[in-house]
């Protein structure tokens, strides 16, 4: 296969500065509920990336749990993208809604939720993700599938003789963002990039060359 010759073209919309809302967040909400309308694949999806213990970057996919403020989601304090945000609270969301060839760049400090917010979500949850989140001690190295399958087994009977409480170690996060791009596909690779960039308390909005 000659991967260099993969390529599609856009044309399905365009993006102009006079047709966005003067709040990115707004804005956003706009192209998520378009994006659902148009029954986008896991779309609330998201590359979550952060700066590695070792000054790399890293990154992995996660799911948008959350927009108000800012865009939230949860995971595992104590994984390595907890350990990382513990070390350097920044990071960048992606979101790539393919159907309707757009992506979403958003980035800014990261901050944890309340402790009344994780509860609430956690649970919301389906009780086996929240015997998981007790059973996996995420990103660490174990010995094999079978380490999770014996714990799950004694966190199951834990939990069946006491009611359920969220882990100390796991929690949400809540990114406020300081720029946010959306970018439309165009032909020719002549797409329409449109960044929002907080300076003080206001918006500054700019068209990007592609």
Do not use: C
């Not at 804005?27 to 378009?34: G, I, K, M, V």
């Not at 992995?60 to 949860?74: A, E, H, S």
């Not at 206001?202 to 990007?208: E, G, H, K």
């Amino acid at each position: 296969m000659n991967i260099s010759a993969i390529r599609k073209d856009y044309s399905i919309k365009s993006l102009d500065i006079s047709d966005v809302k003067l709040d990115p967040i707004a804005q956003f909400n706009a192209w998520f509920d378009e994006a659902i309308n148009a029954e986008v694949l896991e779309v609330n999806a998201m590359t979550v990336s952060t700066l590695g213990l070792d000054g790399t970057p890293n990154a992995r996919i996660l799911l948008l749990k959350g927009i108000d403020t800012g865009f939230v989601f949860f995971t595992n304090y104590k994984s390595e993208k907890g350990q990382e945000l513990e070390m350097n609270k920044t990071a960048a969301l992606t979101f790539f809604w393919p159907e309707l060839e757009r992506q979403v760049r958003v980035r800014g400090k990261v901050e944890k939720v309340f402790e009344e917010e994780s509860d609430a979500y956690f649970f919301s949850r389906p009780t086996g993700s929240q015997i998981g989140a007790w059973v996996s001690p995420q990103s660490q190295k174990i010995a094999s599938r079978d380490y999770l399958s014996i714990k799950q087994i004694a966190v199951e009977k834990e939990f069946a003789e006491k009611d359920m409480v969220r882990p100390p170690h796991w929690g949400g996060y809540r990114l406020m963002a300081s720029t946010i791009e959306f970018w439309q596909g165009r032909p020719s690779r002549l797409h329409d990039r449109i960044r929002y960039e907080l300076q003080g308390d206001s918006w500054v909005i700019a068209r990007l060359a592609p």
